[in-house]
């Protein structure tokens, strides 16, 4: 059964960090990301990643205070979030895509985890 869970949220303080994980199970993807929704907001892109790397794109917001990578091995990809700040607090959730297409829209990748909570306090 193909699933992508989600772990590593919680509350931290501004200026913190945190380590996202989501594991995929059933099948290996080409691109796996990261989205997030704060409340009373869409979906927002965060980051995503090719299977090797060699393709690999941040939202503006993030950049250079996220890094997204993946560990083929275990098939999971991780989202390391550091110098967070307050607007960071969102669900935060993996994505799969089946295709490749290295997508910054959500309508482009096929498998959702559940979301995991990402709290920042000022």
């Known amino acids: 059964q193909l699933q992508l869970v989600e772990s590593g949220g919680g509350l931290v303080q501004t200026g913190g960090s945190l380590r996202l994980s989501c594991a995929a199970s059933?099948?290996?993807?080409?691109?796996m990301g990261w989205f997030r929704q704060a409340p009373g907001q869409g979906r927002d892109f965060v980051a995503t990643?090719?299977?090797?790397?060699?393709?690999?794109y941040y939202a503006d917001s993030v950049k250079c205070r996220f890094t997204i990578s993946r560990d083929n091995a275990k098939n999971t990809v991780y989202l390391q979030m550091n110098s967070l700040k307050h607007e960071d607090t969102a669900v935060y959730s993996c994505?799969?895509?089946?295709?490749?297409?290295?997508?910054?829209?959500?309508?482009?990748?096929?498998?959702w985890g559940q979301g995991t909570q990402v709290t920042v306090s000022s």
């Open positions: 059933g099948r290996t993807f080409s691109t």
């Open positions: 994505a799969a895509d089946t295709l490749g297409r290295n997508g910054k829209h959500s309508y482009e990748y096929d498998y």
């Open positions: 990643r090719s299977k090797y790397g060699y393709t690999t």
